[in-house]
């Protein structure tokens, strides 16, 4: 059964960049699917970051799109979030996740970033 | 892009209670609708997708139904396990948004 795990630091300044990973266990990335972050700030809902597929092709939320990276490391079965000049807003809990068909099947347990100086 | 709005925000029901969420889209996403259940420090998990088909492993009292526009997610009789957030989320077009979440609290 696959399991995802993201790790990161908890704390990034303000106009720093945030850089999570996502390390994938039980499933080979190689194989397919799409990979991808979603976000949930405080007392808020979800939002979808972006998600890529192992191959490289991506798709970002127009609303970050110029300031997100997400890419894919097969060799360790791990693929990556960077956000980059964060501010306040971008305080969330952000979630790993495997998408097929556009619906997100599983999910990391979460990491809480906060940005603060 | 598109806005997903469910109903409502929170309710309170006893173990027991048939419960029925809302879920409207601001235009059509035929089918692809999904929804998800968030209990309190956890991740959000499948429960439907396609707005009908049950995700393996989901206990048989949740249900989805609609197409278009409305959707509706049901719990025929409440188990103490139930409580917690569901969330729905539309996977017709990028960028895939999800509702505001409907809290689901014990009575």
């Known amino acids: 059964q696959v399991q995802l795990q993201e790790t990161g630091p908890g704390l990034v300044k303000p106009s720093e960049t945030l850089s999570l990973t996502c390390n994938v266990t039980?499933?080979?990335?190689?194989?397919?699917?799409?990979w991808g972050w979603i976000r949930q700030p405080p007392g808020k809902g979800l939002e979808w970051i972006g998600s890529m597929y192992h191959s490289g092709s991506n798709y970002y939320n127009p609303s970050l799109k110029s300031r997100v990276t997400i890419s894919v490391d097969p060799s360790k079965n791990q693929f990556s979030l960077r956000l980059s000049s964060v501010i306040a807003a971008d305080t969330a809990v952000y979630y790993c996740a495997r998408s097929a068909s556009r619906i997100f099947d599983s999910w990391g347990q979460g990491i809480l970033v906060t940005v603060s100086s | 892009d598109i806005h997903m709005t469910q109903s409502p925000s929170s309710l309170s029901a006893s173990v027991g209670d048939r419960v029925t969420i809302t879920c409207r889209a601001s235009?059509?996403?035929?089918?692809?609708l999904n929804w998800y259940q968030q209990t309190p420090g956890k991740a959000p998990k499948l429960l439907i997708y396609g707005a009908s088909s049950l995700q393996s492993g989901v206990p048989s009292r949740f249900s989805g139904s609609g197409s278009g526009t409305d959707f509706t997610l049901t719990i025929s009789s409440l188990h103490p396990e139930d409580f917690g957030t569901y969330h729905c989320?539309?996977?017709?077009?990028?960028?895939?948004?999800f509702g505001q979440g409907t809290k689901l609290e014990i009575k």
């Open positions: 235009q059509s996403i035929s089918s692809n």
């Open positions: 039980g499933y080979s990335i190689s194989r397919g699917y799409y």
């Open positions: 989320q539309q996977s017709y077009t990028t960028p895939y948004t």
